[in-house]
């Protein structure tokens, strides 16, 4: 996803906290889920709770 000022939007900053915790909703919607993936394959130490509702809702998670 580009923003406007062309840079990548939804990336995570290379400095989270190792007890970081990244809520995601809309995950249903293909785009978001498409942010969620990349998310975890940019970083192995994240996670995965998926709550399957309506609009869906990841939770990406480090030291859990």
């Known amino acids: 996803m ?3 000022g062309g840079g990548e939007a ?3 900053a290379p400095f989270l906290a190792d007890d970081a915790v990244i ?3 809309d995950v249903a919607r293909p ?3 498409v942010v969620a993936e ?3 394959r940019d970083d192995p ?3 995965l709770q998926r709550i399957a509702h309506e ?3 990841a939770i990406l998670s ?3």
Do not use: A, I, N
């Open 45 to 47: 130490r994240l996670t």
């Open 55 to 57: 609009k869906g809702t």
């Open 38 to 40: 990349r998310w975890l």
């Open 62 to 64: 480090r030291g859990r």
């Open 2 to 4: 580009r923003t406007r």
């Open 31 to 33: 785009d978001e889920w």
């Open 23 to 25: 809520v995601l909703d």
């Open 10 to 12: 939804h990336r995570p």
